[in-house]
């Protein structure tokens, strides 16, 4: 797993203009799902351009979505390591629930600290 990091937008700062808005992640029907080569519609594109930017709207969403997750992991992580919580876990613990090694939910738990302190608690406080 990749080291933490944060949204490309600075915290306590207006958020920078984004290039595209992420395209809304859909639910695929159980029926299309079955089918390994249906993707969200691309395979049925037939115009290159076309396919280009609704597969890259796709791909930005979808690493927003790991961002967010990302942010959203890093903050459970720290409210769990919270040494004022009776029910606090220590890092090995954290580390094996999150399937990381320990030096990256230490990472983790050092991350969401910082996002817990700049946004009380919410990720998703800037959007």
Do not use: C
Request: glycine fraction near 4%.
């Amino acid at each position: 797993m990749s080291e933490p990091q944060p949204a490309p937008e600075q915290r306590g700062t207006a958020p920078a203009p984004r290039r595209l808005k992420p395209a809304p992640l859909l639910f695929e029907p159980p029926e299309a799902t079955a089918d390994s080569e249906h993707f969200f519609g691309l395979e049925s594109i037939e115009d290159p351009k076309e396919l280009l930017s609704r597969s890259t709207e796709l791909a930005l969403a979808f690493r927003a979505a790991a961002d967010r997750a990302t942010e959203f992991q890093a903050v459970a992580a720290a409210r769990l390591a919270d040494p004022k919580r009776f029910d606090r876990l220590p890092l090995p613990a954290i580390a094996e629930r999150a399937d990381w090694t320990e030096d990256y939910a230490a990472k983790m738990v050092e991350f969401g600290r910082g996002l817990l302190r700049s946004d009380n608690g919410r990720p998703d406080a800037t959007d």
